[in-house]
Nanobody, 121 residues
Framework: QVQLVESGGGLVQPGGSLRLSCAAS????????MGWYRQRPGKQRELVAY???????NYADSVKGRFTISRNNAKNTVTLQMNSLKPEDTAVYYC???????????????WGQGTQVTVSP
């Protein structure tokens, strides 16, 4: 099992920036994609951004040009830099890691505990 620990988040004014980080730990697995999802009040969880092991990225249209995802494969960490934040970015943000256990071909998911991001004057 892959354990995820998130950090960052908090309260910021509109136009401000925040940085979310997530570290994966454990043994006996290989990480495939790493990403961030969010769940806004009254909404379903949605993809914010992900990055593959080769560095390819994908962003939700609502965050393109404002958020940047990056990863450190040696440290098994993923970071989401969020700039020009808007009130509608307010949500609980979840780290997600897709991984494969050694001697297996099944792609599995691991989720972080979630971190609150609030954008408000």
């Amino acid at each position: 099992q892959v354990q995820l620990v998130e950090s960052g988040g908090g309260l910021v004014q509109p136009g401000g920036s925040l940085r979310l980080s997530c570290a994966a730990s454990g043994s006996g697995f290989s990480i495939n994609a790493m990403g961030w999802y969010r769940q806004r009040p009254g909404k379903q969880r949605e993809l914010v951004a992900y990055i593959t092991s080769s560095g390819s990225t994908n962003y939700a249209d609502s965050v393109k040009g404002r958020f940047t995802i990056s990863r450190n494969n040696a440290k098994n960490t993923v970071t989401l830099q969020m700039n020009s934040l808007k009130p509608e970015d307010t949500a609980v943000y979840y780290c997600n890691v897709k991984y494969i256990r050694d001697s297996s071909s099944i792609l599995r998911d691991s989720w972080g505990q979630g971190t609150q991001v609030t954008v408000s004057p």
